[in-house]
Nanobody
Framework: QVQLVESGGGLVQAGGSLRLSCAAS????????MGWFRRAPGKEREFVAA????????YYADSVRGRFTISGDNAKNTVYVQMNSLKPEDTAVYYC?????????????????WGQGTQVTVSS
């Protein structure tokens, strides 16, 4: 089992920044992929970003590319997403997820473990 715990969410004004963290414990995927997803009110869950522990390749959704940066510390089993230039449409619950695949993927069904989520609210 893998446990994922997100932190760092909160309320921020448009144009501001937040950094989310996701700490993994239990069985960890040293050669897998960590991803961030989000679900806005009334919308489907959507992919945000992913990073491969094997290659450190990063993959971003078009909606966040250039504003968000995913990074990770394999030794600490922790992945981060730095979110800059936040917009009201970024308001959502953000979820961390872990996949055993070494290839970054935007497809939620390829992720095996999920955190409980952290709320991000961007005011206009």
């Amino acid at each position: 089992q893998v446990q994922l715990v997100e932190s760092g969410g909160g309320l921020v004004q448009a144009g501001g920044s937040l950094r989310l963290s996701c700490a993994a414990s239990g069985r960890t995927f040293r050669r897998g992929t960590m991803g961030w997803f989000r679900r806005a009110p009334g919308k489907e869950r959507e992919f945000v970003a992913a990073i491969s522990w094997s290659t450190y390749n990063r993959y971003y959704a078009d909606s966040v590319r250039g504003r968000f940066t995913i990074s990770g510390d394999n030794a600490k089993n922790t992945v981060y997403v730095q979110m800059n230039s936040l917009k009201p449409e970024d308001t959502a619950v953000y979820y961390c997820a872990a996949s055993g695949s070494a290839t970054t993927t935007p497809h939620s069904h390829e992720y095996d473990y999920w955190g409980q989520g952290t709320q991000v609210t961007v005011s206009s």
